[in-house]
């Protein structure tokens, strides 16, 4: 079934050419303007190989050492320049490695086009070697997904690829093509863009009367309360989010992956909302009258036990995904539409306003949570280093300049906590997913995203032994990224729930580690140990001046457990300081 | 909110792997299809998914939200069985030398509004459509004289107050839908109207 729409007068007048799928596969990329691709060679995806040997000059090939390591790697690179990322892997097990890594861009909206090549087209369902049914597999985790059986479909379902992944809310998308019709010689007539598909539309239509609905409540409202997503990033919407919240004076805060659209210090910015989030925003979400969400989708991690979350509120929704209004919290007023779109309709209908007394009671939790947990993070007074200081010395070094990648668990939530960002697409994390592992491969993808950006991998003595591997692929690539292992010795995030709820039952959390900096040096890759505070500035510049990829590992604290926390099953305004 | 028997009737292109994609949305959260039917519609090329599940409305429409979402999926529409006609039809295997027998086979057809499809020495296949009630019935009936198969369909179902979906597709074929469009189509239909 053709769906795609192609205009006339795109339809460039190209001789045609008679060539290889593999090569319109090819083509398809330049088309599309990659520049970069991650990915791992293997027998049913050898023919698009072949050809991109005589491509080199025009796509970068980064090889990983794991097809995970390459998703994540798109990933990251999708999340730091706003483009789409892109994979190859063949069929089989190099298909099944990308799982994890479509389920963690499909939870978190990141868009992706990953091509496998799958085994001949005669061959499938006949068991063959190396062949998996991956359509199927990957299904639930992608946004589209198609199997290409024949060269001639190359160009249009290329199209559709990117223009599905990039457009709406982005997500994911798999291709997998046979190995016959990577081989296949078909009449080659040109690449077109996809600009439309019938039975998709990435843009709810903007219904005028909810946006003044809206601006109604807004204005009306005493405490009013913006609570803000990747949305805002998503729809590079950073400067109109920025001009509707000073225009209304409205405190906003940020779930994880909205972390970062607005700097970290600006006056409205009141912090992370979440079960290790700041204390004000989630106690005052159940004392704000009305509850503006934007481009975020009410995570139970964000909203804790949700039949005591915000019920005082009316809350507006803002999302392009029809499906998220309604589907956690019930919405007051809901605003369809990409937020690029509708901030500038909302923030011309509200008047400008100052919250001073509302933002100050956000100011006066903030400044018990600095007397209760962030004083002690930040300035131990202890010998042992704490994961907070750690950042601490990373943002002075930095200016909030660098982009943080993190992986999972107390080090992330740490991190989020404490890091402080200058602009927009800086912290890059697995936030829907929790993959552990995500870091390494994610940062080296965020640094070919942005080069001229300092990344920094913030990662745990866990999560960087799932994805060790690639530190060959910051040797084979040269790449410059900066590793910074916060190591406690446990599975912290896991050690600390055992601890508050397990009766200190530590099952399974005690996790040894070799010694990462030789592990490293075995790479080519300098780097340093450290456990002492008054090594910690030096060996942080350090590795911020070293030039090429450095790893520096501090021990941490073994026992320090991430606070404030919304304990599971738990109101947001029942968090806990200790 | 209570559970109730709801039909989900979904236009979608015909695109090898949407059967499954729309199929996982319901198994994902461990909600069972009671009747599932795939069918050509009104409109060529436009395939219609005829879904029946119990459930609360809530969730009905949550799933409605879900399978819109879907790039293959044109519209999501779900109805209570007032707001539908709808009929299931049924074959039934019998020995046709005690059928002959015993019964007064017209009478039984005619009861049930059933008729014969084949008529052989050894077997007769009757035919029946209707409601569960309806199709259940003649089972009952045939029950006592060894009834050899039984089988039903998928529920099928047309909504009383649609217009049918050639003027829909219209709107989804335009790159932008125009303002007029907007106005006065899409107005206070919160419920109705996901993606348009």
Known sequence: METLEITEEKKSITAIQNISGSEAVLKAMIAENVKTIFGYPGGAIMPIYDALYDYQQELNHILVRHEQGAIHAAQGFARSSGKVGVVFATSGPGATNLVTGLADAMIDSTPLVCITGQVFAHLLGTDAFQETDVVNITTPVTKWNYQITDANEIPHVLAKAFYIAKTGRPGPVLIDITKNAQIQKFDYTGYTKCEHIRSYRPKPIIRKEYIQQAAQLINEAKKPFVIFGQGVILGKAEKEFKNFIEKGGLPAAWTILGMSAIATDHPLAVGMLGMHGNYGPNVLTNECDVLIAIGMRFDDRVTGRLDKYAKQAKIIHLDIDPSEIDKNVKTTVPVWGDCKETLPLLTQLIEKKEHTDWLNKFNAFTQKEIDAVIHEELNPSTDILTMGEVIKTVNELTNGNAIIVTDVGQHQMVACRYAKYNQSRSNITSGGLGTMGFALPAAIGAKFGAPERTVVAVIGDGGFQMTIQELGTVMQSKIDIKILILNNEFLGMVRQWQELFNDRRYSFVDITSPDFVQVAKGYYIDGQRISKREELNDAVNKMLQHKGSYLLEVMVGKENNVFPMVPQGCSVSEIRLR | ?196
């Open chain 2, 1 to 196: 909110m209570n559970k109730q028997e709801y039909t989900i009737t979904v236009y979608t292109e015909n695109q090898v792997g949407l059967l499954n994609r729309i199929a996982i949305i319901f198994s994902r959260r461990k909600i069972n299809i009671e009747s599932l039917n795939v069918s050509p519609s009104e409109s060529e090329s436009i395939h219609r998914f005829t879904i029946v599940i119990n459930e609360t409305e809530e969730v009905v429409r949550k799933l409605c939200r879900q399978i819109e979402k879907q790039v293959e999926v044109l519209k999501a529409y779900y109805n209570t069985n007032e707001e539908i006609i709808w009929q299931e039809m049924a074959l039934y295997k019998v020995p046709t030398d005690i059928i002959a027998e015993k019964v007064k086979v017209e009478r039984l057809l005619h009861q049930h509004g059933a008729r014969a499809v084949v008529i052989r020495k050894d077997y007769t296949i009757f035919e029946t459509t209707g409601h569960r009630e309806e199709t259940e019935g003649l089972i009952k009936a045939l029950e006592p004289y060894g009834l050899i198969e039984f089988v039903r369909s998928a529920r099928v179902a047309i909504i009383k107050a649609s217009n049918g979906f050639h003027e829909k597709l219209k709107e989804f074929e335009q790159k932008e839908p125009g303002e007029e469009l907007i106005e006065n189509e899409f107005l206070d239909k919160q419920e109705e109207v996901f993606t348009m």
